[in-house]
């Protein structure tokens, strides 16, 4: 077994050679699997944000250089850096340089602000921060260098410059604490020989939805976040002529990987990053770059319905509309087919693992209302009373499950993993459920009426 990350709860060997057997756990890092897909489809569009566009090859080539410049700057295996970047190439090239020294990103909504990130900072003991310099009138560049000053961990700050900015450090500074600062844009060194990873390794830490105070870190490994965005991609059919629409953030599980970005580039397709989900980017930018699919919450879904009539934009490359976040009111569901001129699909997604989708085959009644089935044969769902006891189909109950994609303990919090999960090892979603006579879920809603962060749906679904 694979040295692991200090605080992460692997799975249980019987489920571990399970797994394996089935071929859900491949054995392959994220970030060896880019070299693969620059490989196979090398001058393909890999990432288009604006009038940036990046081939395959390029984009390998970037994470490379910016892999040995971060080595170069002291990063190493095992420790972890926060990620609070917007819908830019910069975020995936960071991402994936990160997992290639072997660091664990730590995905952080650019919308949080000291509390927030000074928590996960604190609790994951992270070394180095990559941020924008500033961004929507924000200072974070300031709440980095702050929280650096009243804490021991931060040590390396890395910020990302508006398009035609300097950075006000001038290349490089060390400030009295002895953190040190960075242009994310200098990170960039001549490429060192691969470095030996396993693919049981944590590849990096999401959040958690909005059912805490503070949110809680969710450890997804090389081979179980693989596996998840591979089955996504291949239950929706994608293959490399289809453009894929990051909306929403990029941080997100549902954007990163349900299959979002990383399934989309595990077939040669092309990710067009967007900073904003409104109509007035997103209509147009489905437009131009000719988008076949994307995902989105019920909120933005109705947004860009009530602005098609006066936007006038081409709709007619999309062939389909992933939902989530949310309860999708039954209105909003029959308007997305005609309208949109899409097949609309439902999505229940955690970053704790569970995804359950409805199938593009599935008949209109079960998209327009259910959550769909389980992505993987091996996901085992229970749902259960206040006692803990299996209801029958129809009846409403708390939403249990297990599977190969799905985590055994959050991340260094022992005293919450005791009430989170069973002794057997599924995990309390926190989510009301029904499943349907022919095997669908109905999601529809918390056991605790606890709002989502940050202005989204519940971030928790995505």
């Not at 006000?168 to 691969?194: H, K």
């Amino acid at each position: 077994m694979a040295s692991m990350l200090d605080g992460f709860t692997p799975w249980p060997e019987e489920f571990v050679d399970r797994y394996w057997a089935a071929g859900h756990w491949r054995g392959n890092t994220l970030d060896n699997l880019l070299r693969g897909w620059a490989l196979q489809y090398g001058p393909r569009t890999a990432l288009v944000h604006g009038d940036t566009r990046l081939t395959y090859a390029k984009l390998n080539r970037r994470v490379d250089r910016m892999a040995a410049g971060f080595r170069l700057r002291g990063l190493r295996a095992g420790q972890r850096v926060v990620v609070q970047l917007p819908n830019v190439p910069e975020f995936v090239i960071t991402v994936f340089a990160l997992m290639r020294v072997g660091a664990v990103p730590v995905f952080c909504p650019v919308s949080h602000r000291a509390t927030e990130v000074s928590h996960l900072v604190r609790v994951t003991e992270a070394v180095g921060y990559v941020g924008p310099s500033a961004y929507e009138g924000f200072d974070h560049t300031a709440m980095a260098a702050d929280i650096a000053a009243h804490g021991p961990f931060l040590r390396r700050v890395f910020t990302l410059e508006a398009p035609g900015a300097s950075s006000p450090y001038g290349g490089y500074t060390t400030d009295p604490s002895g953190c040190q600062y960075f242009p994310l844009g200098s990170i960039d060194a001549p490429p060192e020989p691969a470095l030996a990873q396993s693919a049981e390794q944590v590849a990096f830490l999401l959040l958690s939805g909005g059912a805490t105070a503070v949110p809680r870190l969710v450890p997804r490994t090389h081979n179980d976040y693989a596996y998840q965005a591979r089955a996504a991609a291949e239950l929706v059919s994608l293959t490399e002529n289809d453009v894929y629409l990051a909306a929403l953030p990029a941080e997100f599980n549902l954007t990163f990987g349900c299959p979002g970005i990383i399934g989309v580039l595990s077939v040669g397709g092309t990710v067009v990053l967007v900073e904003k989900p409104g109509p007035a980017e997103c209509l147009s930018v489905i437009e131009r770059e000719r988008v076949t699919i994307t995902s989105v919450v019920p909120t933005v879904a109705q947004l860009w319905l009530d602005a098609l009539p006066t936007a006038q934009a081409d709709m007619s490359s999309l062939r389909l509309v992933q939902i989530c976040g949310a309860p999708l009111h039954r209105a909003t569901a029959e308007r997305i087919g005609p309208e949109l001129g899409c097949r609309l699909q439902q999505v229940f997604g955690m970053p704790e693992g569970l995804l359950t989708l409805t199938r593009p085959a599935d008949p209109d009644e079960t998209a327009l209302t259910t959550q769909g089935r389980p992505l993987s044969p091996d996901d085992e769902i229970r749902i259960v009373d206040v006692d803990g006891q299996d209801v029958p189909d129809g009846q409403p109950g708390e939403l249990l499950t297990r599977g190969p994609y799905t985590l055994r303990g959050y991340y260094r919090a022992p005293d919450h993993n005791a009430r989170s999960f069973t002794t057997d090892g599924y995990l309390h979603t926190g989510h009301l459920a029904q499943r349907t006579p022919d095997g669908n879920l109905l999601v529809t809603g918390r056991l605790r009426d606890l709002p989502g962060r940050a202005g989204h749906e519940d971030p928790s679904a995505l």
